[in-house]
T-cell receptor, first 113, second 109 residues
Framework: EAQVTQNPRYLITVTGKKLTVTCSQN?????MSWYRQDPGLGLRQIYY???????DKGDVPEGYKVSRKEKRNFPLILESPSPNQTSLYFC????????????FGSGTRLTVV | GNSVTQMEGPVTLSEEAFLTINCTYT??????LFWYVQYPGEGLQLLLK?????DKGSNKGFEATYRKETTSFHLEKGSVQVSDSAVYFC????????FGKGTRLHILP
């Protein structure tokens, strides 16, 4: 089944403890992206990648890192999480940018205390 | 810059009512337009799309027509069901995809 897989689905962590949210897609898509979803703010793009070893900042990149060493994987790294990064995170992928629409993962609900 | 504006919710309707969720956009060039749906506890799913003016996207009884003259892409369904309760996002794709803030829809039995 074609899908984007995120792990974990739920995570509670403490301020400052490094964490990684994994994202993997099995559709051979070039484009991958991370979003966060917050009430009243909708979806905001954190980082995106047009292909292997090509990443760029979205609208809200502060406090996050990404890497794209393989086409299928696009992990999101929080080096020193803070409570304002408590949110619902989504990974998405697409064959190319924009025209085809995205396939989304099921989401990761992160709570930083 | 490019942007998407959709009607604020929540929208509450009775089962079998007619649904319209308004969406307008601002864009340079000729973007693709999308509607996504997010059911409780799930990620966003592509509901329908249109890639050029006057195209009509349709899926699961939902329809939307790409209106260049009014820069709109309103979502419609003739008879909603309880199972249509979800959050609906209008989106614009040009150099990247930009999402509206979402409209929560409640359907009462």
């Amino acid at each position: 089944e074609a899908q984007v897989t995120q792990n974990p689905r739920y995570l509670i962590t403490v301020t400052g403890k490094k964490l990684t949210v994994t994202c993997s897609q099995n559709m051979n898509h070039e484009y991958m992206s991370w979003y966060r979803q917050d009430p009243g703010l909708g979806l905001r793009q954190i980082y995106y990648s047009m292909n292997v070893e090509v990443t760029d900042k979205g609208d809200v990149p502060e406090g996050y890192k990404v890497s794209r060493k393989e086409k299928r994987n696009f992990p999101l790294i929080l080096e020193s999480p803070s409570p304002n990064q408590t949110s619902l995170y989504f990974c998405a992928s697409s064959p190319q940018d924009s025209e085809y629409g995205y396939t989304f993962g099921s989401g990761t609900r992160l709570t930083v205390v | 810059g490019n942007s998407v504006t959709q009607m604020e919710g929540p929208v509450t309707l009775s089962e079998e009512a007619f649904l319209t969720i308004n969406c307008t956009y601002t864009a340079t060039g000729y973007p693709s337009l999308f509607w996504y749906v997010q059911y409780p506890g799930e990620g966003l799913q592509l509901l329908l799309k249109a890639t050029k003016a006057d195209d009509k996207g349709s899926n699961k009884g939902f329809e939307a027509t790409y209106r260049k003259e009014t820069t709109s892409f309103h979502l419609e369904k003739g008879s909603v069901q309880v199972s249509d309760s979800a959050v609906y996002f209008c989106a614009l794709g040009y150099d990247k995809i930009i999402f509206g803030k979402g409209t929560r829809l409640h359907i009462l039995p």
